[in-house]
């Protein structure tokens, strides 16, 4: 098991400074004085996007990437087989504090596609499954209405 040094999201969306649980938890484990109290800390990344991937925490030197590639039994032979020697998921801790705008997301197929034709907006060709366990209280709202609802409700 290795400890790792991983990333916060600024968005308008998130909650600020200590209100913020992705603060709370980047706090407790960095210097305070490194995070800014009027932030909106939206997110906390765990993974090896691009965007903000997590580090080695005793050698920052190393990327979560570049150790899993060097060291795959550490995802297991299953999911190596499956994914190849690239952690399938992004683990994400939300700290919301203003409605979210809706999220679709590609299927791998697509994802594969989009990210070829557009990298710039597409960061990477991965599919976006998603799972939610909630640390504190949580509303949302999933899914669409059937679209013979959908047609009755605007015309």
């Given amino acids: ?12 969306w998130g909650k600020v400074g200590s209100a913020s649980k992705v603060y709370q938890l980047m706090v407790s484990s960095e210097k305070s004085d490194e995070f800014k109290s009027n932030q909106p800390y939206a997110e906390l990344w765990m993974g090896t996007h691009p965007s903000g991937p997590s580090v080695l925490w005793n050698d920052r030197s190393i990327s979560l990437d570049a150790y899993i590639k ?8 299953p999911c190596v087989d499956t994914f190849g020697h690239q952690l399938p998921f992004l683990f994400k801790v939300l700290s919301i504090d203003k409605a979210l705008s809706i999220q679709a997301h590609p299927d791998k197929r697509l994802a594969e596609k989009l990210h070829a034709d557009w990298p710039d907006i597409y960061k990477d060709d991965n ?12 509303e949302a ?6 679209l013979v609802q959908i047609r009755a409700l605007i015309t």
């Fill in 1 to 12: 098991m290795q400890r790792l040094k991983c990333t916060s999201q600024v968005y308008d």
């Fill in 70 to 77: 060097d060291h795959p039994e550490y995802l297991g032979i």
């Fill in 127 to 138: 599919h976006k499954p998603e799972m939610a366990i909630a640390l504190t209280n949580f």
């Fill in 141 to 146: 709202l999933i899914g669409f209405r059937p």
